[in-house]
């Protein structure tokens, strides 16, 4: 999982593991695999002279598969060279972060979420509390735009235990890596377990736009919205 420890690895030098129908898994890997309201990455491998198409990334009996469209002819040891679409992913990542800045603006539970090319949603436990749109959008954007840092640290998950208010979701586990949970923090604003790639600095994430609310059920309150150049 590459991208744990950089997400702006867009290529990358491995070996193949395991070959089991369309999926092909790799020693290592910078594509992400579906999982947390995220999609799996999309992008080639090259593999000796052929670009095999990776059309998904998901996880496959807790490995990273990577789908590929079309025939495949392959052996384990091969070497290959991944690329990443970097195009979906950085937005995917701009996505994903911008969920960050709205958990630090409402402290409630999340309680489910979707990240999107065009458009991203995220559900928080609001119970009966109102949130004034233009405010709620503002609050956003000022916190894009004072330029906080992403970064990582990792902890036990027995550490986690002991400090449950860290975890925002019960929807969603954040790998653990030997025993070890990657915590995510943007500047002083947020600190969660999240396994999700993010953007370096808030301000790579450009303008928040907040599309709707809708009521999902009596409690989750769901948030539509995108972001823009
Ligand atoms: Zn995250």
Redesign the pocket.
Known sequence: MLFLEDSYIKEFNSIITGVIDDKIFLKDTAFYAKS?GQPGDQGTLNIEDKAYQVIETIKYEGKIAHVIQGDINLTIGQKISGKINWAIRYRYMKM??T??LLCAILPFYVTGGQIGFEKSRIDFDLGEEKYDIDTLQNQVNNLIIEKHQVSYSWITSEELASQPELVRTLSVKPPNVSGKIRL?KIGSVDL?P?????VKNTEEIGNFHFIKFESKGKKNKRIHFTVNE
């Open positions: 947390g994903h972060s969920m960050h995510v969660q999240c396994g999700g790639t993010h």
